[in-house]
RNA sequence: GUGGCUAUGGUAUAAUGGUUAUUACUUCGGUUUGUGGUACCGAAAACCCCGGUUCAAUUCCGGGUAGCCACCCCA
């Protein structure tokens, strides 16, 4: 026989029960929080046709659409939530109540080298608000509100979501009459943080962008102190440019919703650095950092769009969403053992009848605990002895065992143990339910 | 897509051009048929594939494949 290779492939994650347990946790704290701001669950396919994800993919993107096909249809996998998003919409929009607020937690796949915290099979956590024509700016401030509650409910005190728009950049650059130069000259800045300003503008210079223009853009970057300084700062500078004005308009409104809503200043900054390699985003653009894991890069961005589904109907469809990379997060807080897993199963209570003729009583109390919402199994197996049968409680760190046997069964009570304490005493059901919601 | 590194039981590892390939964890059985975690005894379990050099290759060389890491890009 031949070894079949049973390892996952590469860049595809697969957990422990304990860290699945963990994981799913996580999951839910982020989908109750979602909800709790008024986004409404979608789920849609992962394979979508080829013509669909190519319409709006072009660049880097189309290269890492798995794609295949099946009979004579040309398909593909999502790569992003974005996109079959935008599709839905087009198809539903009739149906849809607007501001369309969705929540979709689900994998996408993406064909690219995996690395450390870069996946081929990933989840992402995505909310998106969509509007009908038009979709107010203040919208934009919504997004960071709900993240912020997210991080702070996963237990993170100390990350920053960082706030930029677009428009200042554009509007620099018409200024600037650099607009064609744009994009390449954008993926430069991005790279700020890695490499260190002198580099940037060395490398701006060498690539024959006069060194004036450089100068104005650096000091643009390099603009500091707390958020009302920098929009202060960037209001005095001497750019004429309409697209500038409007971008730190934008940028002024959403952070003084952010104020208003409450949100501690340490959880945003303006960050006129981070520039999103993704080019549809049209004004205010999100990424989130965990400063005691800068390493990780972004777990979290996104920003406002002009058009979602232009691809796909005449309607304009505005838009402001972003996604929290779940597998990324959660790999990278594993891996740095900031989160551990300790839960091994859900089951609070194993009932273990040492004899068969306890069976009966032992599976009447399955259903009664089971009715009274405590996680319970039995153990029927009856072949094994009795020390094999406890082991499953210890390894699965079940926190409390139930014997039925003779004895139990002639005073009509229970053996409860702790497995913690390794206590046992004879009680009977409403002392289970009792000493179970004390813990 | 480009580059660097690695490949030994299920996991993590050691050694070796030559007889039975080390150790630990895990798993299974037992010491202990109404009680788990600790201890002791025992069992199962591995040299990625193809070719070359050699009397002899898990070891050296070449290729393949897979994995890890970095760049690019991104969550």
Not at 161 to 172: A, E, M, S, V
């Amino acid at each position: 026989m031949t070894k079949i290779n049973t390892k996952p492939l590469s860049g595809f994650m697969e957990l422990k029960p304990a860290e699945q347990i963990l994981f799913d946790k996580i999951k839910e704290t982020i989908e109750k929080n979602y909800q709790l701001f008024g986004f409404i669950p979608m789920d849609n396919p992962l394979i979508e046709r080829k013509e669909v994800l190519f319409a709006k993919a072009g660049g880097e993107t189309e290269t890492q659409i798995y794609e295949f096909r099946k009979g004579d249809t040309d398909l593909a996998l999502r790569f992003d939530l974005t996109v079959p998003l935008a599709r839905y919409v087009a198809d539903n929009y009739g149906e849809l109540t607007f501001p369309f607020k969705r929540y979709q937690i689900a994998k996408v796949y993406r064909g690219e080298r995996p690395q450390a915290g870069r996946f081929r099979e990933f989840y992402q956590a995505d909310i998106d608000i969509i509007g009908d024509e038009t979709l107010d700016l203040n919208f934009d401030s919504e997004i960071p509100a709900v993240i912020v509650k997210v991080f702070n409910d996963l237990g993170f005190e100390n990350f920053t979501l960082r706030i930029n728009n677009r428009k200042i950049f554009n509007g620099l650059f018409l200024d600037l009459a650099l607009e064609k130069e744009s994009e390449w000259i954008m993926q430069i800045i991005d790279k700020l943080d890695r490499v260190g300003a002198d580099m940037c503008q060395e490398e701006l210079k060498e690539k024959g962008i006069h060194f004036k223009k450089v100068d104005k853009i650096f000091n643009l970057l390099k603009l500091k102190g707390t958020n009302l300084e920098i929009l202060e700062n960037l209001k005095k500078m001497e750019i004429e440019n309409e697209i500038f004005d409007e971008g730190v308009r934008e940028l002024e409104l959403v952070i003084n919703n952010l104020q208003s809503l409450g949100i501690k200043e340490k959880y945003f900054e303006i960050d006129l650095t981070i520039a999103r390699g993704l080019n549809y985003y049209t004004g205010t653009v999100y990424e989130t950092r965990l400063n005691d894991y800068s390493e990780i890069g972004s777990v979290c961005s996104g920003g406002r769009y002009d058009n979602l589904a232009s691809e796909y109907t005449s309607k304009k469809l505005p838009g402001v969403g972003i996604s929290i990379g779940l597998s990324r997060l959660f790999d990278q807080l594993l891996k740095k053992e900031v989160i551990k897993s300790n839960e091994s199963t859900y089951t609070k209570i194993l009932i273990l009848p040492m004899e068969k003729n306890a069976k009966e009583n032992a599976l009447e109390l399955v259903s009664k605990l089971r009715d009274n919402n405590i996680p319970s199994e039995i153990n029927l197996n009856f072949d094994k002895k009795l020390p094999k049968r406890i082991k499953y409680a210890d390894k699965l760190n079940i926190p409390s065992v139930i014997f039925i046997g003779e004895e139990e069964l002639k005073k009509n009570k229970y053996t409860l143990k702790n497995m913690e304490t390794g206590k046992q005493e004879l009680v009977n059901f409403e002392e289970i339910l009792k000493k179970n919601n004390e813990k």
